[in-house]
């Protein structure tokens, strides 16, 4: 007997009763977006791997671990699915020259894979929104990107989100401070674990935010990168920190925040939440203005952040909000010869008016029928019976309030439901 197929573990199937809170979200971030002057831009779901493996950085986890990575027998290609979207929107940029007139604002949207160990908040298949912005210098960008997630996090009712803030300077800077922290973890060698151990000479700074305990408590007395920087380094992040105290944004300084990708500079920023467990990082980002020189690129100034919908979704399902709807204004109820016809072309007239509609299908009783326009959430159940169908009239049937049902001409259906109290 064969086994019933199944979705991929860690990849999910997002059914009517959770995707009303995705619309919502869908809708109020594009909103949000707009209010900024972002526009959309879409980029494939696959790329050439080197792409990644040059942006990221060959000795990431994501590098390393996670890409869905294969060669595509009939081209020779190596080719992966997408793990995150900036390095995918920066070859766009290059490639069409978007950025040669004038800066840029761009947003996108989709899923991102991942091969990690599925739990919640954390899938193989995720969905994130990516903000970017290319071409602007300065840390005023900085300032308004982490300011309109501030302001997103409004729209979309949730509290409690705490921003960590840190800088990680020029990277010449970062190649200072990386041979002193090598030395220290050297001297420490003993309290670290494999994962540390491993890090230790390809990636050091990723040691910073290990959730060993044992490691971070060895790191007590470890070199700080802020010692490392230069004039304009400090002087960027101290422009940063008065925007952001001007516009009312806390901020939680956080020496240890590096973030996993190898293409930042200077500010790197996490919004994170303390009722998600584990995965408490709904939204980061930070500086990459080496990143279109490394992939081939004029030489451009960049900033930017993703935001992970699950858990963000997760958050205002949690929040105590009611549920969106998405119920129709009319729920259309026919019963007899000819009123089939009759509820059909009601219902295109009302949706070419702007309503939302549900016309009746597979028969049943007229009780059966009510049952069904009841459950729809509907306001309204619109009655086509013989008498109707002779009269060219609908009985109206409010469905949501005690209210009396009344006859109307078809013509006038329409603007009785727009203007409805």
């Not at 516009?247 to 240890?256: D, E, S």
């Not at 990708?261 to 500086?287: I, K, M, P």
């Amino acid at each position: 007997m064969s086994q019933s197929l199944q979705a991929i573990r860690g990849m999910n199937d997002i059914l009517p009763t959770d995707s009303v809170w995705w619309l919502s979200f869908e809708q109020t971030v594009q909103r949000w977006l707009k209010r900024y002057g972002y526009q959309n831009i879409r980029m494939p779901l696959v790329e050439q791997t080197a792409l990644f493996r040059r942006a990221i950085g060959e000795v990431t986890d994501i590098v390393e671990k996670e890409m869905y990575s294969w060669k595509d027998e009939l081209n020779q290609e190596e080719l992966t699915l997408r793990p995150e979207g900036t390095a995918s929107c920066v070859r766009a940029a290059i490639e069409h020259s978007l950025t040669y007139e004038a800066p840029r604002r761009l947003w996108y949207a989709g899923p991102m894979y991942r091969h990690e160990r599925p739990q919640k908040g954390r899938y193989r298949q995720f969905h994130q929104y990516g903000v970017e912005s290319l071409g602007f210098a300065g840390p005023e960008m900085d300032a308004e990107l982490i300011i309109m997630c501030a302001s997103l996090w409004k729209d979309l009712g949730i509290s409690g989100l705490r921003l960590e803030l840190n800088t990680i300077g020029a990277s010449e800077e970062r190649a200072r401070y990386r041979q002193a922290l090598i030395t220290y973890l050297e001297q420490h060698i003993d309290a670290l674990d494999a994962d540390a151990k491993r890090r230790m000479y390809t990636n050091p700074l990723r040691v910073l935010d290990s959730k060993n305990p044992q490691v971070q408590q060895a790191l007590s007395a470890a070199p700080v990168l802020m010692d490392f920087l230069g004039e304009a380094s400090l002087a960027h992040f101290a422009t940063l920190k008065e925007l952001l105290n001007a516009a009312g944004v806390a901020f939680h300084l956080n020496p240890r925040l590096v973030r996993g990708l190898d293409y930042y500079n200077l500010t790197v920023f996490e919004w994170v939440s303390d009722a998600l467990g584990a995965q408490g990082t709904v939204c980061g980002g930070g500086r990459y203005d080496g990143l279109f020189a490394q992939l081939g690129g004029k030489p451009t100034p960049a900033a930017g952040f993703a935001m992970g919908c699950e858990r963000l979704i997760t958050l205002m399902q949690e929040s105590g909000q009611s549920m969106p709807t998405q119920a129709a204004s009319a729920y259309i109820v026919w019963l007899g010869e000819g009123t089939g016809v009759q509820a059909m072309l009601l219902a295109e007239q009302l949706r070419a008016a702007g309503l939302d509609v549900i016309q009746h299908a597979g028969g049943g009783s007229f009780k059966s029928q009510m049952k069904k326009a009841d459950a729809s959430g509907a306001r309204f159940a619109l009655i086509i019976g013989e008498d109707e169908l002779k009269a060219a009239e609908v009985t109206i049937k409010p469905l949501r309030e005690a209210a009396p049902q009344q006859r109307c001409a078809q013509a006038e259906v329409a603007h009785w439901i727009q203007h409805a109290g």
